[in-house]
């Protein structure tokens, strides 16, 4: 049974940082694609930063980039988010997923695990 951990959520002002974690167990691939998704209320779930587990380059939605950084985590099946310069429209449920090649798109319709969320609300 594959089950994910996800930590570091919270409140923090706009311009602040805060730094998300997730790890997976009972993922038995070699080959994944593992990052963390967002949803605002009214919103569909979106891809924020995903990264392969063979390298290459992650996948960053256009509105982080420059601002948030995915590592993968020394351990196996673990990834974090480093988010700064965070923005009120940043305020959303973060989700943690791992999975196949469509994750790594950023895209919400693929085979893959998910999280239960971590909170992320930034005040103006």
């Known amino acids: 049974q594959v089950q994910l951990q996800e930590s570091g959520g919270g409140s923090v002002q706009s311009g602040g940082s805060l730094r998300l974690s997730c790890t997976a167990s009972g993922y038995t691939h070699d080959s994944y694609c593992m990052g963390w998704f967002r949803q605002a209320p009214g919103k569909e779930r979106e891809g924020v930063a995903v990264s392969y587990s063979l390298g290459g380059s992650p996948y960053y939605a256009d509105s982080v980039k420059g601002r948030f950084t995915i590592a993968q985590g020394n351990a196996k099946n673990t990834v974090t988010l480093q988010m700064n310069s965070l923005k009120p429209e940043d305020s959303a449920i973060y989700y943690c997923?791992?999975?196949?090649?469509?994750?790594?798109?950023?895209?919400?319709?693929?085979?893959?695990?998910w999280g239960q969320g971590t909170q992320v609300t930034v005040s103006s």
């Open positions: 997923a791992i999975g196949g090649l469509r994750l790594c798109s950023g895209r919400t319709d693929g085979e893959g695990y």
